[in-house]
């Protein structure tokens, strides 16, 4: 129910967003004013909700709930969001929090937003979130390669 009322919303909201580029991106450009653009409206829509209206996530992030789920995790750079590659933060948002992406039946709330979303509304996210980043957070990105890959992929995969 509550995914269908954001779909709603989203088709009225995003509908005046100007169209990215013919050709969708296949990356997360903090760079690209209308990605970025796109990304914070896309954001506003699916991920504030749980995730912070500015990025900050929820309280105690890291402490487990009864359930035995953590609470959504902050995008900004006191969370580990950083810390993962573009590929994989992709991953886990267009197919939710399942290998290779997480432990087999990882207790989570987060859902895989891959049949609600395009592929270029994935990125774009991705983009506003990077847009939001310190200067240290990308040198320190940069310094891990871009981030660590999913469970049993090789960096040169």
Same mark, same amino acid.
């Given at each position: 129910?509550?995914? %269908?009322?954001?779909t709603?919303? @989203?088709?009225?909201?995003?509908?005046? &967003?100007?169209?990215?580029?013919?050709?969708?991106?296949?990356?997360? !450009?903090? *760079? $690209?004013?209308? +990605?970025? +653009? /796109?990304?914070?409206?896309?954001?506003? =829509?699916?991920?504030?909700?749980? #995730? *912070?209206?500015?990025?900050?996530? +929820?309280?105690?992030? /890291?402490? /487990?709930?009864? $359930?035995?789920?953590?609470?959504?995790?902050? #995008?900004?750079?006191?969370?580990?969001?950083?810390?993962? %590659? $573009?590929?994989?933060?992709?991953?886990? =948002?267009?197919?939710?929090?399942?290998?290779?992406? @997480?432990?087999?039946?990882?207790?989570?709330?987060?859902? *895989?937003? *891959? %049949?609600?979303?395009? !592929?270029?509304? =994935?990125?774009? &996210?991705? @983009?506003?979130?990077?847009?939001?980043?310190?200067?240290?957070? #990308?040198?320190?990105?940069?310094e891990?390669?871009?981030?660590?890959?999913? =469970?049993?992929?090789?960096? %040169?995969e």
């Open positions: 129910m509550i995914r %269908s009322m954001l709603l919303l @989203a088709l009225v909201w995003l509908v005046p &967003v100007p169209a990215l580029a013919a050709n969708p991106p296949t990356k997360a !450009d903090p *760079g $690209d004013v209308a +990605q970025v +653009q /796109r990304g914070k409206k896309v954001y506003d =829509i699916f991920c504030a909700l749980c #995730h *912070g209206a500015d990025l900050e996530g +929820q309280a105690d992030w /890291r402490t /487990r709930k009864p $359930d035995g789920k953590l609470p959504a995790p902050p #995008h900004d750079e006191t969370g580990h969001t950083w810390h993962h %590659s $573009d590929e994989m933060l992709f991953g886990m =948002i267009k197919q939710g929090m399942v290998p290779p992406y @997480a432990p087999k039946e990882y207790p989570t709330d987060m859902p *895989g937003w *891959g %049949s609600t979303l395009k !592929d270029n509304d =994935i990125w774009a &996210v991705l @983009a506003y979130i990077k847009s939001r980043w310190p200067e240290e957070t #990308h040198k320190l990105r940069r891990i390669g871009g981030g660590f890959q999913p =469970i049993g992929k090789k960096e %040169s």
